[in-house]
């Protein structure tokens, strides 16, 4: 004789649940285990080990990616109960839920959770949507990813300038402040970020409705340029969930250029449980991934250039072992007479360190920075200077290499 097939309901007081129960009460070989009262005290129940399947609704607060997954590991499988199957189904399909049962037709609920264990339920069929001509699609953008060692060798500010020289080129670009050491894009911008547009997207991303409540997150600057805050605090990078940041850069490419500043750490956490909480530099290692472009960042003097040199041994170790070859840009940043050497001598110095494409030099230009940063302006708003001179020249060397596998 088979075991019995273990039941979670979630009571929320819907209108579906007596006839739920009844119809599990009747159904031999289902044991209804608990009524939980709300997501927290499901997630609870199910660390338990001892149920196969919950019953919830497809709207009860809280239930979202981040529930489905964790049920998904104690090995608990989801079936959602809903009132409007056409509202419903493409959200089901973002956190994962893959049976529902629509609330007028109760008496299928049997057969949806009726599985072996271990396996998910079958999607009880449902009608399908009448087939709709696909729009055009808008040419996605490019990802550039700004990243460097630590040491201040000048991130925000090269991540701020190439987003700003590309909306004053006429092409519309989201900056995003993914840096989980608590990003200063919105300080150098002048930009009060009392609600964080990267934990926003956290939210709607868990939600599984970032797609269609994507323009609540940026912040419009211009009408090229729109910025993605980042986290008003450090300590509030667990709030981000991975895959976050993917959803986010997916959207927002969507016909748009997308310059994303980073964190300076690739170390991984030994130690870290994914299924418990995020780890601190996969924000970093996320934003890697998702580049067609990485600018590798350091600064002109003997300390940056051997961090920097560090750093991009670092950076194609990582790339290598993730999978991914996007073109890699090393940016010397803070080029000065004073340091004594050329730029030819800097170039000799990093061969052998993986700057195949390319090394490009910015100036040392303290005074046009301050301009900016105490007007609160990018430096293409400040005025003509020999620092947006420099970002304009890397956009035009970035801009005749496409973003494509490199060898």
């Known amino acids: 004789m088979a075991a019995p097939l273990v039941v979670i309901v979630v009571e929320s007081g819907a209108g579906w649940e007596p006839r739920a129960l009844a119809a599990l009460a009747s159904e031999p070989g289902l044991v209804l285990l608990k009524r939980c009262v709300d997501v927290d005290d499901l997630l609870a129940t199910a660390s338990t080990g001892q149920a196969d399947v919950a019953v919830v609704g497809s709207e009860v607060p809280g239930l979202d990616r981040g529930v489905v997954d964790r049920l998904a590991e104690h090995g608990v499988r989801l079936v959602a109960i809903t009132h409007d199957v056409e509202t419903t189904r493409s959200r089901a399909a973002r956190i994962g839920l893959e049976a529902l049962v629509a609330s007028d037709r109760i008496e299928e609920l049997p057969a949806a959770l009726r599985q072996t264990p271990g396996t998910r339920p079958t999607r009880v069929e449902l009608p399908e949507e009448p087939a709709r ?15 460097g060692a630590n040491g201040a060798p000048g991130r925000t500010t090269t991540a ?27 300080q150098h911008l002048g930009v009060l970020d009392q609600v964080s547009g990267l934990l926003a997207a956290a939210r709607l991303s868990a939600a599984g409705t970032l797609a269609e409540r ?24 667990r709030e981000v969930r991975p895959g976050t940041l993917g959803d986010l850069v997916t959207r927002a490419r969507a016909g748009s250029q997308v310059v994303v500043d980073t964190g300076f750490s690739l170390e991984t956490d030994p130690y870290a449980d994914p299924a418990a909480r995020p780890e601190r530099n996969g924000l970093t290692h996320e934003a890697l991934g998702l580049a067609d472009e990485v600018v590798v960042v350091g600064s002109a003097d003997p300390v940056g250039l051997a961090r920097l040199a560090r750093a991009l041994r670092d950076i194609h170790d990582h790339l290598a072992e993730a999978g991914v070859r996007p073109a890699v840009r090393v940016v010397v940043n803070r080029m000065r007479p004073t340091l004594g050497w050329r730029e030819s001598d800097v170039t000799s110095m990093l061969a052998g360190f993986g700057a195949d494409d390319g090394v490009h030099f910015l100036p040392e230009d303290q005074p046009a920075v301050d301009r900016a940063l105490v007007a609160g302006r990018s430096l293409a708003e400040s005025g003509d200077s020999a620092l947006s001179r420099g970002h304009a020249a890397l956009l035009d060397a970035m801009a005749g290499s496409p973003a494509v596998a490199r060898r």
């Open 214 to 237: 994507y323009a609540e997150v940026p912040r419009r600057l211009s009408d090229r340029l729109h910025l993605v805050t980042g986290l008003p605090r450090p300590d509030r990078w």
């Open 133 to 147: 001509p696909s729009p055009v699609a808008p040419v996605a953008g490019r990802v550039v990813v700004v990243w």
């Open 160 to 186: 701020v300038g190439l987003a700003a020289e590309l909306a004053r080129r006429g092409l519309s670009t989201v900056l995003v402040d993914a840096d989980p050491y608590g990003g200063a894009v919105a």
